[in-house]
């Protein structure tokens, strides 16, 4: 694949805030309408681990490799990855690479936006970021993202949603690109948080959409597969914006929705619809009234004239959370690390955001579907967990059968997780750590196994790798979401992907006037990491 040569348009040593986003984290609706309230499902022990180390890990991208590529680096890094038969595909902000699943690079680090090259919408080949990979086992191929963001600067611009597919199973090999607009009624919606999920017939997207002014949504897609993977240049997509601006709206769509990815070989029902979470906190600002998950639906019939609707199917109550953190002196700057002082270094929780963590995990177990999911919360007062959900759908109708907040007492924060399930329903579960003292940031995970007591994260705590530095930007954006897979090959295999420090950020040289002062290199890295359940 050919490297898009691009010209040097910064200075040396650059840092660039992928997605700058539009509504401003430090808005009333990041400040706590009610004081801090017990977790309703905080787990109340810290088992005796009894969680397998990890088969492997290794090195994955890293903010060096943006570097190397474009000469500037960039935060956050919005790690995501995915395991199919033969390889591990990452994609960052803003490279992407593959690897054999002994954690050789095959292809790579390479400028994602190289996947576009030539194509018919040339601003899908610009570095703009927000990326997702999938591997799609029903049909045996890769989809990578990305947005576009020239829109940004030029208003008369739209932005796109650029999405590419490989022709076979190999993710080395050739791609067909594809782009779809986000306008809607005439106006240039920014699709901010673009997440992807493989549903039968259909990849489904949302986005969280801003117009010039004040509009504000969640837009809905369904891409037509069939045609997607065959690289027909007709292929389609269905969109519904949820006007946030709608009365009685915004608690029910929040900071985005989660559409449903499929896990495993046992598909839903030929007209099922597709799940899509969204989660409300009655302490935040946008007017919920109780803590609860909302969930969508959204069907499609890919017609001649495609018949398509998205419906509110119910609002699951939940046991209480959070997720408004008392963080200073921005609400991006909330958990401390050893050694800083300046508060204006803590790493952002993004908890404020009302939605759940990719992914939305989704099988089918025979009687009963079941999508699980994540979300960052303030598990104890000034402590960061990970709430976590199991909802089942049975006969068309929805239930939470288990929740749970993991966060041991031990005065470490854990957040940015992701979730999923196994063939037998066990589940793993990985995230960020971090304290003020000794704790830098890294990697762990934990797990349950099917049977055991429901709510429980009863296997203890693994480590993927542990950190050895901080991160030293003031604009302390931590990674938007992270990617826990599971392996197609004996469906049982986690693999996951997130972002660590080795060593910590260094001030950069003084730049020649009249350039803005100097900030610090963000050194941050990435590693992946498999493993497997105890028995399994």
């Not at 759940?356 to 025979?366: I, K, M």
């Not at 940031?441 to 709510?455: K, V, W």
């Not at 604009?475 to 469906?491: A, F, I, L």
Request: contains cysteine; aromatic residues 12%; glycine residues 10%.
């Amino acid at each position: 694949m050919p490297r898009i040569a691009r010209p040097q348009t910064f200075p040396p040593d650059t840092i660039l805030e992928v997605r700058p986003e539009r509504r401003e984290s430090e808005g009333p609706q990041a400040h706590r309408v009610k004081p801090h309230s017990a977790d309703g499902a905080l787990q109340l022990f810290s088992p005796t681990p009894s969680i397998p180390a990890p088969l492997l890990t290794f090195e994955g991208l890293s903010n060096q490799d943006n570097f190397n590529v474009f000469g500037f680096r960039v935060n956050p890094p919005d790690p995501n990855g995915e395991v199919g038969p033969n390889n591990y595909v990452e994609i960052i902000n803003l490279v992407f690479g593959v690897y054999d699943k002994a954690g050789n690079l095959l292809l790579g680090p390479i400028d994602t936006g190289s996947l576009w090259a030539g194509f018919a919408v040339p601003d899908c080949t610009d570095p703009s970021g927000d990326p997702v990979v999938l591997y799609d086992q029903l049909e045996d191929r890769w989809l990578l993202s990305q947005f576009t963001t020239s829109g940004l600067s030029d208003p008369t611009k739209p932005f796109w949603n650029c999405v590419a597919i490989s022709t076979t199973g190999d993710p080395t090999g050739t791609y067909f690109r594809y782009a779809f607009e986000t306008t809607f009624n005439g106006i240039f919606y920014f699709p901010d948080y673009p997440k992807y999920g493989v549903w039968k017939k259909s990849y489904v997207l949302t986005s969280r959409d801003f117009g010039p002014t004040t509009e504000y949504g969640i837009s809905v897609y369904a891409l037509e597969k069939n045609k997607m993977i065959d690289g027909n240049p007709n292929a389609r997509a269905v969109h519904f914006f949820l006007d946030g601006n709608a009365p009685g709206m915004l608690p029910l769509v929040g900071d985005g929705l989660l559409p449903a990815d499929i896990d495993g070989t046992r598909q839903p029902k030929e007209d099922a619809p597709v799940p899509i979470v969204g989660t409300q906190d009655d302490n935040a600002s946008y007017g919920a009234t109780f803590d609860a998950l909302n969930i969508w639906e959204l069907r499609i019939k890919w017609k001649a004239n495609p018949e398509a609707s998205i419906v509110l199917k119910t609002q699951l109550p939940v046991a209480s959370f959070d997720s408004i953190f008392p963080c200073a002196p921005t609400s991006r700057d909330c958990l401390p690390q050893p050694g800083i002082v300046n508060p204006a270094q803590y790493l952002d929780i993004l908890s404020y955001r009302q939605r759940p963590t990719f992914r939305l995990a989704y099988r089918n177990f025979g009687p009963y579907e079941s999508l699980v999911t994540n979300q960052s919360v303030e598990a104890l007062p000034g402590v960061a967990g990970a709430r976590w959900y199991e909802i089942r759908r049975t006969g068309g109708s929805y239930s939470v059968y288990q929740q749970g907040t993991y966060a041991p007492n031990d005065g470490v924060h854990r957040w940015m997780g992701s979730i999923a399930q196994d063939k037998n329903g066990n589940m793993a579960l990985g995230y960020s750590v971090v304290n003020g003292t000794n704790v830098f940031p890294g990697i762990r995970y934990t797990g349950r196994l099917a049977g055991d007591p429901l709510g429980q994260m009863t296997l203890g705590e693994g480590t993927i790798i542990n950190g050895a530095g901080v991160q030293t930007t003031t604009n302390s954006r931590w990674g938007d979401y992270t990617d826990m897979t599971v392996d197609p090959s004996d469906d049982s295999t986690f693999w996951y992907v997130n972002e660590y420090y080795q060593v910590s950020g260094l001030p950069l040289p003084t730049p020649t006037p009249p350039l803005p002062p100097p900030g610090t290199t963000a050194p941050w890295q990435t590693r992946i990491g498999s493993f497997k359940l105890p028995g399994q």
